[in-house]
């Protein structure tokens, strides 16, 4: 499928889904379109994750910084788990930040939501991070195999490239999604090979065990414009060091 042609399937996808969400104002967003769903039950959905064994066994997680996983975030402060957090748009050099549930100096609930933590949180290289037991992602729409699309920046997937080629996804490392009910699509969810599968969904009803998790090793350097490379430090710097002599240019 040619890229402007995905493209066009991805945002079919989440339009049906936005679309659904709204009709059933099953969101607290004024509107949802362009966004990754501030969904109502997402409290829920985060109690439902925490009970499970390998929530309780993890100890580093790497959150999204939406409003739909702040319940998430705050749990695993609230519970002693390291949490890093992505800075916008990935725009800084240290492109992490680092909440510490022993270093925070507010609640964890109030740490985890996004703009306290730029606040507080020191921001780390990705280098600096230790290697991840969770990821947990944001979604616009996701299936039973574990296809998902966000809202479209693509940020998510880029992040995750960067965690995988430093080493710190292994494959013990477990990627959730959080996600309204509406928001499992029994539509096939297009992708291509940057995009990031999901092992598990949870819903504030449902636990589902994807069987297909997709899970790029690296950056798809083919994928990223000189623009996307140039607005994102992390990202520039290792451009740089693959074209530099005896790095190799591939």
């Known amino acids: 499928m040619a890229a402007s042609s995905l493209d066009q399937a991805k945002q079919a996808v ?4 936005w679309d659904s969400l709204t009709a059933a104002d099953a969101v607290h967003d004024a509107s949802v379109h362009g966004r ?7 409290g829920e959905a985060a109690a439902r994750l925490a009970a499970l064994p390998s ?3 993890a100890s580093v997680v790497k959150a999204v910084p939406d409003k739909a996983q702040l319940p998430v975030r705050a749990r695993a402060l609230e519970e002693g788990k390291t949490v890093y957090m992505a800075v916008p748009k990935l725009a800084t050099p240290k492109p992490f930040y680092l909440l510490e549930p022993a270093a925070l100096t507010v609640p964890p609930a109030e740490a985890a939501d996004s703009r306290t933590a730029a606040s507080i949180a020191p921001a780390v290289e990705v280098d600096a991070l230790r290697p991840l037991d969770l990821i947990i992602l944001g979604s616009v729409a996701v299936n039973r195999d574990g296809a998902r699309v966000g809202k479209g920046a693509g940020y998510s997937d880029i992040e995750f490239a960067l965690l995988a080629e430093a080493g710190l996804v292994t494959p013990k490392t477990l990627v959730v999604t959080t996600v309204h009910a509406l928001q499992v699509t029994e539509t096939t969810v297009p992708t291509s090979g940057h995009d990031v599968g999901v092992d598990l969904i ?5 636990t589902i065990v ?3 998790s997709q899970r790029p090793s690296g950056i ?3 994928d990223l414009t000189p623009e996307k490379i140039a607005a994102i430090p992390a990202l520039a710097a290792r451009c740089s060091a693959r074209l530099m002599p005896g790095k190799g240019s591939t």
């Open 220 to 222: 798809h350097w083919p």
């Open 202 to 206: 949870v819903t504030p009803a449902e």
């Open 36 to 42: 990754i769903p501030d969904f109502k039950g997402a």
């Open 210 to 212: 994807c069987p297909k």
């Open 14 to 17: 989440r339009t049906q889904v």
């Open 55 to 57: 929530w309780q066994y």
